[in-house]
């Protein structure tokens, strides 16, 4: 085997982690290991949507064939509803005030066939499971990253790829180093130190998963994606799995503890008793939806501040690691789909090796961090206004759904191919400085 150009580690085997791994594995000059801290890869929770944009980017990878199998339909371009949104904190029947339609909808999957694909496409043998990673530190030597693991092995990299979520550990490490570094300098290192820690949202959210048969014919929820909504409050429901199971996401806001400490477990098994009670007097649809979810999981959606960098010296953040948001727009798998694409898109280009490695980084973090910041605020905003608690909309629904919907102009507004080839053409100008 001839040596490799590098050897990249991806620590942390979600949907960003292995979504790099399977890319960057087309390449046969770059070795590529995942080092996943639980016994096997697992996602919890049930459903995930993405959108126009992460599809193009599948279909690039050449993986639709397979997504198609698994999703709620087959996806074929056509005109579908996004979003229907409806008014729904009373008793009696709501009323729809936006209809979001775009071509492919919102394609939808249940979680662990999504992560399955990607599994599936792994080449054998690069997957390390029970490795959680507790620091790395670099080679005095050469320019080799060192990682460390909790079971007290070590593994090293030329360059090392923080997919490890929203309690990101290379994060942590990334962010203290250089806060240290600025405050030698006299520099503004405390607000670095607050990008490590993942805020809650002062959102909890009610999760569950209804097979489709329990719901009485003609409920909205069978027929397209739905957003039940109220003051402060708001129910989204999908159906996954060729349609046979309707995905149930819940969210109540109390937006005046947004950055308090959130008590409890992040996610755990709530009542169904709970559940119902935070909805009362909510329309029909909504009752009974809910009351079809006998044993819902309660989640503390927490979020990071938009962070002001990506990569450091042979170490990249991806995916939640680098930017954690609520997921109101339904993108952060789909965002970290995007980092991966890229950024795999860097490494294999011929003019990227050991050598010019960090400044692929910066094409990389150049290309994304704007676009994420951008889809993690977007995501914010879009739960304000469909809570009617926008100081501009208000509840005028005549200006609301346009608002709302515009949200997602990041889908069309560049194709994964565009992006690519920004980045690419970035990382020429840089290398020819
Ligand atoms: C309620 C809810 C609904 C959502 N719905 C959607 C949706 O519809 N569409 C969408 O696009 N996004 C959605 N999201 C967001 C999406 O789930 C995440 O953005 C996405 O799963 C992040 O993937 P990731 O690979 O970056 O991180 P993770 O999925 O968190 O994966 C991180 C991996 O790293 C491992 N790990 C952690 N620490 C270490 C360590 N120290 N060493 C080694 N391994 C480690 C973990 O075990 C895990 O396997 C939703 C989120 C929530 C909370």
Known sequence: MPEPKF????????????????????????????????????EIGAGVMIWEKTWRILEIMGLTERFSKIAHAPPDGSIEVGFD??????????????????????????????????????????AHFNKRLSFYGRSLSDSAIALHFTDDTTATCDL???????????????????AERI??????????????????SGKTTYRGLIPAEKLSSGHRALRAPMKY?????????????QGSIVNVVTFAS??????????????????????????????????????????????????????????TDAVALLGDAAHAMTPHLGAGAGQAIED???????????????????????AYEHARLQKATRVLKGSWNAAIMCEFNSPEYGD???????AIRRQWDWVWESTPESDADEAIQWLARALKI
């Open 7 to 42: 050897r990249v580690a991806i620590c942390g085997g979600g949907i960003g982690g292995l979504c790099l791994a399977v890319a960057l594995s087309k390449d046969p000059s770059i070795e590529v290991s995942v080092y996943e801290a639980a016994q096997r890869f697992s």
């Open 85 to 126: 949104h409806r008014r729904s904190d009373q008793p009696e029947e709501g009323f729809r005030f936006s209809l979001a339609e775009m071509p492919y909808g919102c394609i939808r999957f249940h979680r662990a066939d999504f992560l399955d694909v990607f599994i599936n496409n792994l080449p054998a043998g690069i």
């Open 160 to 178: 090392l790829v923080g997919c490890d979520g929203i309690k990101s550990t290379v994060r942590g490490q990334m962010y203290t180093e250089q």
């Open 183 to 200: 405050r030698a300098e006299g520099g503004d290192w405390q607000s670095l130190l607050d990008c490590i820690e993942p805020a809650w």
């Open 229 to 241: 909504c109220g003051k402060g409050k708001h129910v989204v429901s999908y159906s996954i799995s």
């Open 254 to 311: 109390e937006l005046e503890k947004e950055g308090t400490p959130y008590e409890g477990p992040w996610v755990t098994e709530c009542s169904q008793q709970e559940l119902l009670d935070c909805f009362t007097n909510w329309e029909p649809d909504v009752e009974e939806l809910l009351k079809c979810i006998d044993k819902p999981t309660r989640w503390g959606i927490h979020h990071l501040k938009p962070l002001p960098f990506y990569v």
């Open 340 to 362: 991966a694409f890229i950024l795999s898109f860097l490494l294999t280009h011929p003019d990227t090796d050991r050598g010019t490695l960090n400044t692929a980084l910066r």
């Open 396 to 402: 005028d629904y005549s200006r609301l759904g346009d």
